[in-house]
């Protein structure tokens, strides 16, 4: 698959890859005791489970390509190269890439409270029906 993004690719994500419905890939961008930030690649109909940070807001930044994130309860909505998002913390969600194209972020994690307290609680998969239907 052809790096949709300026930033690396990375290796094949297998260490979320049960949360996960296709192939995505991990790069490293920033690593500080501050903050992390990695680089997401979504291969096309790529997405993440539904899922949820405790403690934690996440931020994604697209920055290639062509995805979709939903939070529980709204509309899925697009991302594209240049757009960015806030997903506030304990908020059931979920992102990847459009059913026909490669989609890269950057994400990375602004803890709400002591950071020691944040986790990932993964879920179910997405709806296969309704991911179909985005495009």
């Known amino acids: 698959m052809e790096n949709p993004s300026a930033f690396p690719m990375g290796e094949p994500n297998d260490g979320f890859a049960q949360y996960f419905v296709g192939q995505s890939y991990l790069a490293p ?26 403690h934690a807001a996440q931020v994604l930044i697209a920055v290639g390509g062509r995805g979709y994130y939903q939070i529980e309860g709204q509309e899925p909505k697009e991302l594209k190269a240049g757009q960015a998002v806030c997903i506030p913390a304990d908020t059931k969600h979920w992102h990847g890439a459009a059913p026909d194209e490669a989609f890269s972020h950057l994400a990375f994690m602004v803890p709400v409270g002591d950071p020691s307290l944040m986790g990932n609680e993964w879920l179910e998969p997405v709806d296969t029906e309704v991911y179909g239907k985005l495009d």
């Open 29 to 54: 961008v920033l690593e500080s005791p501050q903050i992390a930030i990695h680089n997401v690649t979504f291969e096309p109909g790529c997405r993440n489970n539904w899922h949820i940070h405790h």
